[in-house]
């Protein structure tokens, strides 16, 4: 019988401010993982192995405890040693066919149930998903013949030197786990790609690789921005739902494909333009605008005329007479009254964000902040386009945040003004006298 291979023991370093385990990001009131684990169950799989590191190991074991009609095992990989790693980790739990899954990356459930099929035909040994690529991608590249038969993978290769279009999608079927072990310990390479140089091991000692076209949603989870194109492919997806459970007040508008969770609340005023989805207990406040396609955790309190255009917003978190456009915000974050993000680039360029020590151009004209959990953003400070603010990190009051801040730092702005007496007060001040001459229309 065919076994998931789930692997989830990889360390997002290029996914920060946010939170590393990107399969725990909750979209649509549950954790993407298990978004993943439904659609595999869809393809007929009924057996999990999931592939944790020592950070996640207890909150995988977690979550699969909550499948109970699966068949479920957790196994630690003990050091980062990539996808060959991982598939060594759950070594001895491996025979037979496999499909080997990768959490970071986000399909239709067609995807799995192509590949599924394709082995399930019984003229292939490896099945490898594949997506094409109008631009570059950084991952690998497969070279096939007119019947789809791949003869060679091409790893990482340098922008420009694609061997094609054709890109690796980690949603892999293997005839017998045995042959990819196996291959796995006489890969020699001294990069991070031994998984890609065992099956090209595979395919020059005779076993039939085949490609197995896909046209469908492929959002690959690499940097945090990633997150927009899988929220907007489960967001634009819904039908309109109104929870029993969920209260829209008098004078609200509810327009188009919008779910609202249950306990969710609308108040008088409110305008929320689908596609959206509101998490349970939500609060939508008075005057508050949500449109251009949102994602509005569960808990959250988006306060009174504030402006949310095209954003994750994470659970629990706060805001009040703010404008948040094309921003990421994670759980807990909260903006105090007055408070924006800057989304639009004064030369309408496309924006870059500094990852580690490199600029790295997102592809977007409109990006905001990327914000960890539990940040704060005092009153009137602005935050302009592609910066990113760490986990516990404050942006004080009237701060214009210009570049990334850390994990647990503080941005303050300087006082400049001084306090002097002013003397003796003139009896009627201009303001008065107006007041006044209103008193007597």
Not at 3 to 8: E, Q
Not at 273 to 291: M, T
Request: aromatic letters at 6%.
């Amino acid at each position: 019988m065919l076994k998931a291979l789930v692997l989830c023991g990889g360390i997002g370093n290029r996914f920060q401010p946010l939170h590393e385990n990107k399969f725990l990001l909750s979209f649509l009131g549950k954790p993407l993982l298990l978004h993943i684990v439904d659609m595999l169950r869809d393809a007929g799989i009924q057996q999990f192995i999931f592939v944790a590191n020592k950070e996640n190991m207890e909150e995988l074991r977690l979550v699969a405890q909550g499948l109970d009609d699966l068949v479920c095992r957790v196994v630690l990989q003990e050091e980062h040693s990539g996808m060959a790693g991982a598939v060594e980790a759950a070594g001895e739990y491996l025979d037979g066919p496999v499909l080997v899954v990768s959490s970071n990356d986000v399909v239709e459930p067609s995807a799995y149930l192509k590949v599924v099929e394709a082995l399930e035909k019984g003229d292939s040994d490896v099945c490898l998903l594949a997506s094409r690529k109008g631009q570059y991608f950084p991952g690998g590249y497969l070279v096939v013949d007119e019947q789809m038969k791949v003869s060679r993978i091409v790893e990482k290769p340098k922008p420009g030197e694609e061997p094609g279009d054709l890109v690796n999608v980690v949603v892999h079927a293997h005839r017998d786990a045995h042959w990819l072990l196996d291959a796995l310990l006489r890969a020699d390479t001294e990069r991070d790609d031994r998984y890609e140089v065992a099956l090209d091991l595979l395919i020059r000692e005779g076993k039939r690789v085949t490609a197995v076209p896909y046209v469908g949603f492929w959002g690959p989870l690499k940097y945090p921005w990633d997150i927009f194109p899988v929220m907007e492919y489960f967001v634009w997806g819904l039908r309109r739902r109104v929870s029993l459970g969920a209260r829209v007040a008098p004078g609200a508008v509810v327009e188009g494909s919008v779910v609202l969770a249950d306990g969710a609340r609308v108040l008088e005023h409110a305008v929320i333009r689908g596609p959206a989805y509101i998490g349970e207990k939500a609060i939508i406040g008075n005057n508050v605008l949500i449109r251009g396609g949102c994602h509005i955790g569960a808990g959250s309190v988006v306060g009174f005329s504030t402006e949310v255009k095209h954003s994750y917003i994470g659970r629990s978190c706060w805001f009040h007479s703010n404008y948040v456009g094309d921003s990421i915000i994670d759980d807990g974050c909260s903006f105090g009254s007055g408070a924006v993000t800057a989304n639009l680039r004064f030369d309408e360029g496309i924006v870059k964000v500094r990852v580690g020590d490199e600029r790295v151009a997102t592809g977007m004209d409109k990006l905001g902040v990327i914000m960890g959990r539990r940040s704060q953003v005092g009153i009137n400070a602005s935050l302009m386009p592609g910066v990113l603010v760490g986990p516990g990190a404050v942006v004080g009051p009237h701060v214009n945040l210009t570049g990334n801040l850390g994990a647990g730092q503080r941005a303050l702005a300087q006082a400049e003004y001084r306090v002097e007496d002013m003397g003796e007060m003139a009896p009627i001040t201009e303001r008065e006298k107006m007041r006044r001459k209103l008193e007597g229309i």
